[in-house]
């Protein structure tokens, strides 16, 4: 009994295989494609897999990359594959967005992996979710797993972009995190580092200001690491949260589908 998880990002796409679709499994193997590469898994990447004999994801790319996920996924032609959608309720979180269904979807997936985490850890705690992507998103979860609301900024790639396309004189290649930038490409990689860095810790005082504790800080995403020397608050660096959180979805489905 094999499991495939799928992360589909607006960057890459990011594979996971476990021993079984339950929280703590084996990984078996793992990889990550940028999009643009997505339609060669079926004859590099996972050729060489054991079929696995269930499959959950999460894409927040868009319907036609998910369509060519999809293809890929025909190599295995006994697989149903399944997508997580953000609901109003899933694994003991409950979703406080205005319309749960617009909830971007890998959000959704990755709190309900930190929720796991924070139960195994310091129940009775609120929790502070990061996800360094393309996009960055900055989530809080209170001490009863209420998702409370979110911050989505630019990540480093966009914010750097952004700047080139917008002024005349921004062209310079990525510089160092500085206290006290003092040239352009210093000032650039400081600024977009410490903007999300500010993001973090704000979104820390907010939580604390609404629950009256610390909320514990998970950081994930391909970009986490960049942040993690500059983050003045505690964290725990959890590159599988949203895989975690598809293992969770996976268990629980399972359980459902077995009660009489
Ligand atoms: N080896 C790498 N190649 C490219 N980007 C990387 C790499 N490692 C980290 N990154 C950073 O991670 C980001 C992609 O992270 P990822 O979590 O895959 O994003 P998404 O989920 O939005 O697709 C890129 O924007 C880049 O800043
Ligand atoms: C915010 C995101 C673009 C993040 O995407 P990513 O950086 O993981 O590629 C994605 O979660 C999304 O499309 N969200 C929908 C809007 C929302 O969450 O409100
Ligand atoms: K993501």
């Not at 997936?109 to 796991?116: D, E, H, P, S, T």
């Not at 209420?146 to 310079?172: C, N, Q």
């Not at 003092?182 to 400081?190: E, M, Q």
């Not at 994930?220 to 975690?244: C, H, I, N, R």
Request: hydrophobic share 45%; net charge neutral.
């Amino acid at each position: 009994m094999t499991f495939l998880a799928i992360d589909v990002g607006n960057t890459r796409l990011k594979w996971a295989q476990y021993d079984a679709p339950r929280p703590g499994a084996r990984l078996l193997a793992h990889g990550a494609a940028f999009l643009e590469r997505i339609d060669e898994l079926a004859e590099q990447e996972w050729k060489s897999l054991p079929a696995p004999t269930a499959m959950l994801g999460c894409c927040v790319a868009g319907e036609p990359i998910r369509r060519r996920v999809e293809e890929q996924l025909e190599l295995w032609s006994h697989l149903d594959p399944s997508w997580v959608v953000s609901s109003a309720a899933e694994c003991g979180v409950v979703n406080g967005y205005d319309h749960p269904g617009r909830l971007g979807v890998d959000r959704w997936v990755a709190m309900i992996g930190a929720r796991a985490h924070l139960l195994a850890q310091a129940p009775g705690r609120p929790a502070l979710v990061v996800m360094v992507g393309t996009a960055v998103t900055v989530d809080a979860l209170d001490e009863t797993g209420r998702f409370l609301g979110g911050f989505i900024l630019p990540g480093h790639g966009i914010m750097l972009r952004a700047l080139e396309s917008g002024t005349a004189g921004l062209r310079v290649p990525t510089g160092d995190v500085r206290d006290f930038p003092t040239n352009t490409s210093d000032a650039l990689t400081s600024g977009g580092t410490y903007a999300i860095a500010g993001a973090i810790e704000r979104m820390y005082r907010n939580i604390l200001r609404r629950c009256g504790v610390p909320p514990v800080c998970f950081l994930t995403g391909g970009a986490g690491w960049k942040m993690a020397p500059y983050l003045t608050v505690d964290f725990q660096l959890v590159e599988s949260l949203v895989f975690d959180g598809l293992l969770r979805i996976a268990e629980q489905r399972a359980a459902e589908r077995a009660r009489p």
